[in-house]
């Protein structure tokens, strides 16, 4: 049945852990696909044409393994390609840029400040999405590239990262931004150190949970839950069990480290895939 069949989600990398933590924990009885595209990442500093290229394979290999939903964790990918990843994946289709914008705008009331990586700055889709909400709330876009590295080399809470976080928030700290959209899924690792920097009052917008609440929403439009597994006896889920199914196109053991990191756990079930350049399944075992 459709309703059993798990939801796919993508990313560049690893990034978008922080993303299925989210839907994890908002949607508990539902199983996931994750893939992430370690050989490729990072898409933040990729052109258009790359990056579209590049979530349409995903989208294509996800929806192989048979999936009802797909969420494009990848803020940059969601940013530059969403349109043609729905077409490529042929199941509804989320990303996170409306959803994080949701949720800054009803947070917000004068000003919004928006942290991704340069494409997605270059793209405009947060301000485009804010304004469309908003058009009086004033939107300020700043690229943090370096966050990325310092969250994989778990350098999220040191002198490093608060170094370079002053240097790239300064400018956000002195427009008095009410509201900061976490726009790349490895930002809310740093989350601490992004708070300390822009001040407490700042209000940070994770676009990892602003989507979750949208997935949920989409489900229960189209009445596609998964049934809530049986109680009597039934084992209470948990992040990276094997209900979950995680996929790499290189570096597993990275992956998996990271993970833990990132998670707390490992995934149970980790394989590595290649999903270019073959319109069908094309899995390496
Ligand atoms: N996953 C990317 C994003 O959310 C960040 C890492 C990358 O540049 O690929 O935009």
């Not at 050989?39 to 979530?55: D, I, M």
Request: glycine letters at 8%; aromatic letters at 6%.
């Amino acid at each position: 049945m459709k309703n059993n069949l798990p939801i796919g989600i993508f990313d560049s990398g690893v990034g978008g852990l922080t993303v299925y933590r989210a839907l994890h924990r908002r949607l508990p009885d539902e199983r996931f696909l994750y893939l992430g595209d370690t050989a490729r990442v990072p898409y933040g500093t990729k052109s258009l044409s790359t990056v579209e290229r590049y979530g349409i394979e995903n989208a294509r290999f996800l929806s192989a393994q048979g999936i009802k939903m797909l969420v494009v964790a990848c803020n940059t990918a969601s940013a530059l390609a969403l349109p043609a990843i729905e077409r490529a994946a042929g199941v509804p289709t989320v990303g996170v840029i409306e959803s994080g914008a949701r949720a800054a705008v009803e947070a917000a009331h004068a000003k919004i400040g928006v942290i991704a990586t340069e494409a997605t700055v270059r793209s405009g889709a947060y301000r485009r999405a804010i304004k469309k909400l908003a058009p009086q709330i004033k939107v300020i876009e700043q690229a943090c590239p370096l966050f990325v590295s310092l969250a994989e080399e778990g350098y999220a809470d040191s002198d490093a990262a608060r170094l370079v976080a002053q240097d790239y928030l300064s400018g956000l700290r002195d427009e008095e931004t009410e509201t900061l959209v976490l726009g790349c899924t490895h930002y809310p690792v740093l989350r601490s150190v992004i708070s300390e920097v822009v001040g407490e009052g700042v209000r940070l917008i994770d676009s990892g949970e602003a989507v979750a609440t949208d997935v949920a929403a989409a489900l229960a439009e189209r009445g596609l839950q998964r049934a809530p597994a049986p109680q009597k006896g039934a084992r209470p889920r948990q992040l990276c069990d094997d209900l979950d199914h995680f996929y790499v196109t290189d570096a597993a053991e990275r992956f998996s480290r990271i993970a833990e990191m990132f998670l707390g756990r490992a995934p149970r079930r980790l394989e590595a895939v290649e999903v270019w350049g073959h319109d069908e399944l094309n899995v390496r075992r």
